[in-house]
Each structure stands twice: as structure tokens, then as C-alpha cells.
């Protein structure tokens, strides 16, 4: 039933495999996002622990590999739905359903990556821009830890992983606009830079408005990185509207190429046109961020072959609420000998 909000507290740790998950009620391209309300489910009264219940973080074996799952619920007005008990998920890998063993609905640290674009056309853009990063830190763990790549003609690593927020921002009061689009650059290395995480769970905020005109690396070759990645992506693409003249062939290809990635993620692409829209935009992902449930299991299938596996999850509806979605990564690639 509803109640106020409540939120499940289970410790997990495991190393291995993240499969990402995003969830938004709408699409991104239907204008302002809603008011990020929650609804809360009142779970039952637990009983005595048994063997389906949760291991205590110093149980579970560090030589396990651990697919782990963040999954958002939201409900048809597009809030994000707590309380869920694990019972209400299922998990499947290559259609073969898998044992849950871990189960958490905390608020975990993040290792987060901002992806900010300074190329020419952001002149008009950077103010706003810089208050969306504002927002989405906001909702902040204080053990979160982020860095901040900036890119026109070229990438770089601006701000190296820090668990001061305040100096990030700081760093970008500087940012100026020039030159060209180094997006593709920019992903890669982001990625590769959040091979430095402390913490298990990864995100990318990547705030552009356009589409690659200038890097070395090729978009299948980022499509494959992101692939193999353990890392989500969130975009804000802030375009111009379908049909300005102002709008360019690059910035056309850019909405399709973004969503892409943050798809194969479990990660979502948000379209602007009004640029009022983006800090709120930014703080409904940072919400996002902090209403997941995650979800551990030891996949059925142990080969080390590399290969690629889809996962999908599903829920268990709630007696007496409406029809609740999840959303998630599309799979991973299985670790290789």
C-alpha cells in the first residue's frame, strides 16, 4: 500500500560485472520533465532471516564474480516508486531466469564523471549549462567522487577524481567557448578515467549541443567501448530547433548518436530547446541516481568467453497499484580468460 516514504537498508559488496539501468517515464523528447515526486510501498513485516535472504557484506565471497543491477521504478506519472521488496523483481540473462542474492535500496556513492562540452557554439549556453551541473550535484552523498572532462577542439581531463564538488564547479567558472566538437574524444576519456573509481557504481553526465566534428576516435569504436563499459551515460543535448537554420549537420546527427550510448547504458538522452529547462533537467537525473534498487547475482553461465549478454528484468506488480516500469541496461560483456 502507499505510505510515506521508507526506504530499505541492505549492505552489499561483490566485485565484477555492473549492468546500468535508467528509467523515465516519458521520452525525453516530450518536453519538461515532471515534478521528481515519490511514491513509497509500505513493506511487510520481515520474518526470520532464511537462506533467500540478504548475506551481510562480510559474507559474500570477494572471488565471486557479481553482476549488479541498479534498477529505477517509476509509476505512470513518472515518480519514482521505494519500498520495493526483492520478491517484486526478476532477473533474466540470455532469457534464463537468475537467483537474486543481493538485494539493496540505500543510497550507495557514486563515481561520476562530468562530460562538459566548451566548443564555439556553447558562448550562450555555458551559464546555464554551469547551473545544471550545480543542480545535479545537489543531490550529492557526501562519499560520492567526481572528475570533469571538457572538450572543443580536443579533450581533456580538467579535474581529476575529487571528492570536492566545490572544486569541480570552481574549475568550471572558467570554462570558455571555442573552436570545434571533440565528443567522441571526450567519451573515451571519460571511460577510461573511471577506470580509477573507488566506487562500484558509475555514471557519465555528458551536457553538449551537438553532434562529433572533430575527433580521433570513430563513433563504431565508441560504440564498442561503451559496449563493454560498466559505466551509465546521461546526456543533455541542447539543440537547436528541428528545421533552424541554425542547426547544423553534426547537431542534427547528435540527438540519434547520444541516444544511442546512453541506451546500450541504461542511461537516457534528454533533448533541450529551452534553456530554462536544463537545471531541472540535471536534478531529475540526479534524483534518478539516488532512487535505484540494486540488484546481485552470479550469472548460471560461468564461461570466460567475453561474449555479450542481454539481461532483463521484470517486475511483479503490487497488488492494488497501477502498472509500474523499470528500465535497465540493454546486457555486458562476460569477463574473458
Known amino acids: 500500500m502507499l505510505g510515506t516514504s521508507y526506504r530499505k537498508w541492505f ?27 515519490q511514491v513509497a510501498i509500505t513493506p511487510r513485516p520481515k520474518t526470520a ?57 540505500e543510497d550507495a556513492p557514486l563515481s561520476i564523471g562530468v562530460i562538459f562540452d566548451c566548443s564555439g557554439s556553447m558562448g550562450p549556453k555555458l551559464t546555464k549549462s554551469r547551473e545544471a551541473v550545480a543542480q545535479f550535484f545537489k543531490t550529492a552523498n557526501p562519499e560520492d567522487e567526481a572528475f570533469l572532462v571538457q572538450f572543443h577542439d580536443t579533450a581533456s581531463l580538467v579535474q581529476p577524481f575529487t571528492n570536492s564538488l566545490e572544486d569541480l564547479q570552481n574549475r568550471l567558472q572558467f570554462t570558455q567557448s571555442k573552436g570545434m566538437t571533440a565528443l567522441l574524444d571526450a567519451i573515451y576519456l571519460g571511460i577510461h578515467e573511471m577506470k580509477k573509481a573507488k566506487n562500484q557504481r558509475k555514471a557519465l553526465l555528458i551536457i553538449s549541443d551537438g553532434g562529433d566534428n572533430n575527433s580521433r576516435y570513430t563513433e563504431s569504436e565508441i560504440r564498442n567501448l561503451v559496449k563493454e563499459g560498466d559505466v551509465q551515460i546521461y546526456a543533455i543535448g541542447i539543440y537547436e ?27 537516457r538522452q534528454y533533448q533541450v530547446e529551452n534553456l530554462g529547462e536544463l537545471p531541472d533537467i540535471a536534478a531529475k537525473i540526479g534524483m534518478e541516481l539516488r532512487n535505484q534498487y540494486l540488484l546481485g547475482y552470479s550469472s548460471q553461465n560461468q564461461e570466460k568467453d567475453g561474449k555479450y549478454r542481454r539481461v532483463e528484468v521484470k517486475l511483479v506488480q503490487p497488488h492494488g497499484m497501477p502498472l509500474l516500469r523499470a528500465f535497465w541496461r540493454m546486457g555486458y560483456n562476460a569477463p574473458s580468460k
Open 49 to 105: 532471516p532464511g537462506k533467500a535472504e540478504v548475506l551481510p557484506k562480510t559474507d559474500i565471497r570477494a572471488d565471486v564474480n557479481m553482476v549488479l543491477i541498479p534498477v529505477t521504478v517509476t509509476d505512470p506519472l513518472n515518480r519514482f516508486v521505494t519500498g520495493l521488496e526483492k520478491d517484486y523483481f526478476k532477473v533474466y540473462e540470455d532469457k534464463k531466469q537468475q537467483v537474486i542474492t543481493a538485494f539493496s535500496s
Open 11 to 37: 549492505p552489499i559488496s561483490a566485485i565484477g560485472l555492473v549492468a546500468a539501468v535508467w528509467a523515465c517515464g516519458l521520452p525525453a523528447s516530450a518536453g519538461p520533465p515532471q515534478e521528481a515526486a
Open 241 to 267: 530547433p528541428v528545421g533552424s537554420r541554425g542547426r547544423t549537420v553534426e547537431e542534427s546527427n547528435g540527438p540519434a548518436l547520444l541516444t544511442e550510448f546512453a541506451d546500450q547504458t541504461g542511461g
